[in-house]
């Protein structure tokens, strides 16, 4: 799996949009970008992933570049319980949905 | 269904004990993953069923280390004679084999205190 780079931590205001960058300069074509969190205390939660489109749920929207060479992550309007780590995992959709995991950027949503 | 589930949440040890820890999984997921996170760290890789069989292990999943899923449905970690280089987070994992959505869902974990 393509190694990720993301910011260790940042802060955003309650209400305001939350973008998280992910660096992952060396994805191959086959690979998926996927997004998890974790909020305190938990297990990591699924967000969203995708291939090369812009993908977007109803947690949030993935921003892909047309190189795939990094990615955005964004939380529309960012409440308190938004307030978690973020992993990036880039990762082959094939055999298992087994995770690499990195450090993540710790998000604090500020009121 | 209530998700992934694991027993204990919690557990202190003294050093040199073992420690056997249960993960039911979301019913219909035949896959099942463990992971262990330290502090400050993202989770790590330990092991992966597909139903009864463990198809994957980590170099991480030391011989001390042991991983069943006897009947593909629940499954147990066991650490032998701890060290307490084993504290940490054991977090399991379950996803589907097949359909649209096969992303893995996590449980809360087992927070182990080796002491």
């Known amino acids: 799996d393509a190694k990720t780079t993301q910011p260790p931590s940042m802060d955003c205001a309650e209400g305001r949009a939350a973008n998280l960058p992910c660096n992952h300069s060396?994805?191959?074509?086959?690979?998926?970008v996927y997004w998890y969190r974790q909020i305190h205390s938990q297990g990591p939660q699924y967000i969203i992933h995708g291939l090369k489109n812009n993908e977007t749920n109803e947690m949030a929207s993935l921003i892909i570049t047309e190189d795939r060479k990094s990615s955005t992550l964004i939380l529309p309007h960012a409440t308190l319980r938004d307030t978690a780590v973020y992993y990036c995992?880039?990762?082959?959709?094939?055999?298992?949905?087994?995770?690499?995991f990195g450090t993540g950027t710790r998000l604090t949503i500020i009121p | 269904d209530t998700g992934v589930s694991q027993n204990p949440r919690h557990k202190i040890t003294k050093r040199g004990q073992n420690v056997t820890f249960r993960c039911d999984p979301i019913?219909?997921?035949?896959?099942l993953y463990w992971y262990r996170q330290t502090l400050g760290q993202g989770p790590e890789f330990l092991t992966y069923?597909?139903?009864?069989?463990?198809?994957?292990k980590s170099r991480l999943l030391s011989d001390r280390f042991s991983a069943e899923r006897p009947k593909g449905s629940f499954s147990t970690l066991e650490i032998q004679r701890t060290e307490q280089g084993d504290s940490a987070m054991y977090l399991c994992?379950?996803?589907?084999?097949?359909?649209?959505?096969?992303?893995?869902?996590f449980g809360q974990g087992t927070r182990l205190t080796v002491v």
């Open positions: 994992a379950s996803s589907p084999l097949y359909g649209v959505r096969t992303e893995a869902f």
């Open positions: 060396t994805i191959s074509g086959n690979e998926y």
């Open positions: 995992i880039v990762r082959v959709v094939f055999g298992n949905e087994k995770l690499t």
């Open positions: 019913s219909e997921h035949n896959r």
């Open positions: 069923f597909q139903n009864e069989a463990q198809l994957e």
